[in-house]
């Protein structure tokens, strides 16, 4: 097996990272860098959160139209 050297391969060279000055965004990243499930999961959970967000609005305005909810709520007194 033949040896080469590192010189002969500069991308082979260890290099010291240099500091981030990113602020928030720069810890993000390394944060996700170092636990990419948790992200993946934490992303699902802030899309489902916006989807929610924005489908409330759309189910108490059809809920209006048709003349209000089925489940809690007043019920009329009456016999």
């Known amino acids: 097996m033949s040896s080469i050297p590192n010189s ?3 991308h082979a060279q260890v290099r010291e990272e240099e500091p981030e000055s990113g602020g928030f965004a720069g810890g993000l990243r390394e944060l996700v860098r170092d ?4 992200a993946m999961a934490a992303g699902a959970a802030v899309l489902a959160g916006a989807v929610a967000a924005a489908a409330i609005p759309l189910v108490k305005g059809a809920r ?3 003349g209000g909810s089925k489940s809690g709520g007043a019920r ?4």
Do not use: E, H, R, V
């Open 64 to 66: 209006a139209k048709s």
């Open 8 to 10: 002969a391969m500069p």
């Open 35 to 38: 636990n990419p499930k948790t």
């Open 76 to 79: 009329k007194k009456g016999g």
